[in-house]
C-alpha cells in the first residue's frame, strides 16, 4: 500500500508520546503519574567512548555513577517526546532521597 506524500510526520509505533513544547518545560518535582522511579541500585549510567586505533575505530560504553552525588533515585518520563530512526527520547531525572525532588541536570534517555 503507498501512501500520499505529505509534510505530516507518520506515526510508525504505537507508544505514549508529549509534546516538546510540555517537554521543555522546567519541573523541580517529580510524580509517579507522569514518571517511572528506580532506585539507583536497579539503573547502570554509561558514557560511550571511541577512539582511532591505528586503523581501526574503536568504541566502549563505561559505566560512570549518577551526576549528582546526592541522587538516590532516577525518573524517566512514562511519555516520550521525541523519537529517531530506531529510539524513543524520553525526559530523565535524577532525584534526592524523597523520591520527588530533582537534582543535578535534566537528562535524555534513550
Known sequence: MKYPATLKQQKVRDV??????NAAKPIS???SDDFDIYHR?????????????GKKR?????????????AKYVARG???FG???ERLAF???ELA???????GASLVAK
Open 41 to 53: 541500585d536497579k539503573v547502570e549510567r554509561t558514557v560511550y567512548k571511541d577512539w582511532i586505533e
Open 16 to 21: 505514549l508520546r508529549e509534546s516538546r513544547k
Open 78 to 80: 512514562k511519555a516520550a
Open 97 to 103: 532521597a524523597d523520591m520527588r525532588t530533582i537534582v
Open 83 to 85: 523519537e529517531g530512526a
Open 58 to 70: 574503536r568504541f566502549m560504553c563505561e559505566a560512570v555513577p549518577l551526576q549528582h552525588p546526592d
Open 29 to 31: 518535582f517529580a510524580s
Open 91 to 93: 525526559r530523565l531525572f
